[in-house]
């Protein structure tokens, strides 16, 4: 996903596209976060090897964000739909105003 796309999608769209287990992943943060992506994999049964990955790719297109720190490790929640709205509007910002000047 580009960051293009991100900006023309909307929360909803976002769950939609998540599939296994991205999706998983993501149902647990929903479920059980704000917590520690080590702690997060202790709960629901899923390899530390995959809840990591996952918790960076849904960090990357703003589903989840880093809540603070706890004992040297990042503590992730997942966004609102609000949060989410606010999340892409900044990051997109930059990218209206540079594609306007291309004009």
């Given amino acids: ?13 976002m769950q939609d596209q998540l599939h ?8 647990a943060w929903q479920r059980y976060g704000p917590t520690t992506t080590e702690h997060l994999s202790t709960v629901v049964a899923i390899s530390l090897l995959t809840i990591r990955p996952r918790t960076t790719e849904l960090y990357q ?3 989840l964000e880093c809540a603070g720190h706890a004992d040297g490790c990042g503590i992730y929640r997942a ?10 509007i900044v990051e997109t910002a ?8 291309l004009l």
């Fill in 20 to 27: 296994g287990q991205r999706k998983a992943v993501f149902d």
């Fill in 94 to 101: 930059h990218m209206t105003v540079r594609q306007q000047q």
């Fill in 79 to 88: 966004r609102t739909a609000e949060e989410w709205e606010e999340w892409r």
């Fill in 61 to 63: 297109i703003g589903l």
């Fill in 1 to 13: 996903m580009k960051p293009i796309d991100i900006r023309n999608e909307n929360f909803k769209s």
